[in-house]
C-alpha cells in the first residue's frame, strides 16, 4: 500500500494523484477510503504524511528503504515488548534481535537431519515450550506433582532438568567438559570458573550463549555443543520414563 501510494505521488497529473489530494483534504478519519487508511499507516509507522509525500516525492529507492525499516522497527519492538513479559522466555536474549537474522541456534545448525532435530529441541527450550514436570504441574492447578519423574529429588524445571538431575548426570557430564574445554582455549580462567561454578551463569551459557558478549567469536561452536547437550538430556530422558 505504502510503495503504491509513493507511486500515485509521483505520477504527477494522473487523475489518481488528483483523488488522493481531494480525498485527504476532505474525507475524515472515520472515513473506509483507501487514502485514508494511508493516513493511519504513516501515523503507526512514523513516517512522513501522506500531505508530505505529496508535496515532495522521495526516490522510489529512499522511500522503499524507509518504508522497510519503519515498519521491522515496529514489530520488532512489538514483539520484544510482548516476549519480555512471558517469564517462560526469560533466557532468551532479545537484544540481538534483528529481523530477517536467524537466531544463533538456527545459524549454527547444519541441514542434514540430526541437526535439525537438535535444533529443534533447542529451540523448545529456549522459548519455553518444552515441557517438563513444572509445567505439568503448572497447568494442572498443581493437581499434577512437579516433582521430578527420574530422581524424584526436586522439582522437575529447567535448571533441574540441565543441570542438576542426577539420573541424567552421565550425559550432561561429558558436554559440560567439552564445553568448559572450548572455553578454556578461548578465554580467562576466571571468566571460565564464574560461567561455570555458579547455575545461573552455566544455565545461561546453555540456553542462550549469546546473552554473553564477551563469547560472541565462540557463539557458533557453544551452540553446537549445548543443542547436542539438550537434545542428548531429551533422549535420555524420554528413554527413562518409557
Same mark, same amino acid.
Given at each position: 500500500?505504502?510503495?503504491?501510494?509513493?507511486?500515485?505521488?509521483?505520477?504527477?497529473?494522473?487523475?489518481?494523484?488528483?483523488?488522493?489530494?481531494?480525498?485527504?483534504?476532505?474525507?475524515?478519519?472515520?472515513?473506509?477510503?483507501?487514502?485514508?487508511?494511508?493516513?493511519?499507516?504513516?501515523?503507526?509507522?512514523?513516517?512522513?504524511?501522506?500531505?508530505?509525500?505529496?508535496?515532495?516525492?522521495?526516490?522510489?529507492?529512499?522511500?522503499?528503504?524507509?518504508?522497510?525499516?519503519?515498519?521491522?522497527?515496529?514489530?520488532?519492538?512489538?514483539?520484544?515488548?510482548?516476549?519480555?513479559?512471558?517469564?517462560?522466555?526469560?533466557?532468551?536474549?532479545?537484544?540481538? #534481535?534483528?529481523?530477517?537474522?536467524?537466531? @544463533? +541456534?538456527?545459524?549454527? *545448525?547444519? =541441514?542434514?537431519?540430526? %541437526?535439525?532435530?537438535?535444533?529443534?529441541?533447542?529451540?523448545?527450550?529456549?522459548?519455553?515450550?518444552?515441557?517438563?514436570?513444572?509445567?505439568?504441574?503448572?497447568?494442572?492447578?498443581?493437581?499434577?506433582?512437579?516433582?521430578?519423574?527420574?530422581?524424584?529429588?526436586?522439582?522437575?524445571?529447567?535448571?533441574?532438568?540441565?543441570?542438576?538431575?542426577?539420573?541424567?548426570?552421565?550425559?550432561?557430564?561429558?558436554?559440560?567438559?567439552?564445553?568448559?574445554?572450548?572455553?578454556?582455549?578461548?578465554?580467562?580462567?576466571?571468566?571460565?570458573?564464574?560461567?561455570?561454578?555458579?547455575?545461573?551463569?552455566?544455565?545461561?551459557?546453555?540456553?542462550?550463549?549469546?546473552?554473553?558478549? #564477551?563469547?560472541?567469536?565462540?557463539?557458533? @561452536? +557453544?551452540?553446537?555443543? *549445548?543443542? =547436542?547437550?539438550?537434545? %542428548?538430556?531429551?533422549?535420555?530422558?524420554?528413554?527413562?520414563?518409557?
Amino acid at each position: 500500500m505504502l510503495s503504491l501510494f509513493r507511486n500515485i505521488a509521483d505520477n504527477h497529473g494522473s487523475v489518481e494523484r488528483s483523488i488522493a489530494q481531494r480525498q485527504l483534504a476532505l474525507k475524515t478519519r472515520d472515513s473506509e477510503s483507501w487514502f485514508i487508511q494511508i493516513i493511519k499507516l504513516t501515523e503507526m509507522y512514523e513516517l512522513p504524511s501522506p500531505i508530505e509525500v505529496l508535496d515532495l516525492v522521495p526516490e522510489k529507492h529512499i522511500w522503499k528503504k524507509l518504508v522497510y525499516n519503519a515498519v521491522n522497527d515496529y514489530w520488532k519492538n512489538i514483539l520484544i515488548l510482548e516476549a519480555r513479559t512471558k517469564v517462560s522466555m526469560k533466557m532468551l536474549n532479545f537484544d540481538n #534481535f534483528k529481523v530477517g537474522v536467524v537466531h @544463533n +541456534i538456527w545459524e549454527s *545448525s547444519g =541441514s542434514e537431519l540430526l %541437526s535439525v532435530k537438535r535444533a529443534c529441541v533447542k529451540a523448545k527450550i529456549i522459548s519455553g515450550t518444552y515441557t517438563l514436570q513444572a509445567n505439568r504441574a503448572k497447568f494442572n492447578g498443581n493437581r499434577t506433582s512437579s516433582l521430578c519423574p527420574l530422581c524424584f529429588k526436586q522439582s522437575e524445571d529447567l535448571m533441574h532438568f540441565l543441570i542438576k538431575c542426577n539420573s541424567l548426570e552421565g550425559v550432561r557430564r561429558k558436554f559440560i567438559m567439552l564445553l568448559r574445554n572450548l572455553l578454556n582455549d578461548k578465554i580467562n580462567a576466571l571468566l571460565v570458573d564464574d560461567l561455570f561454578n555458579f547455575e545461573d551463569n552455566l544455565l545461561q551459557l546453555i540456553v542462550d550463549c549469546t546473552k554473553f558478549q #564477551f563469547l560472541k567469536q565462540s557463539w557458533s @561452536n +557453544i551452540e553446537r555443543l *549445548s543443542s =547436542s547437550l539438550c537434545f %542428548s538430556l531429551h533422549q535420555k530422558r524420554t528413554s527413562l520414563l518409557l
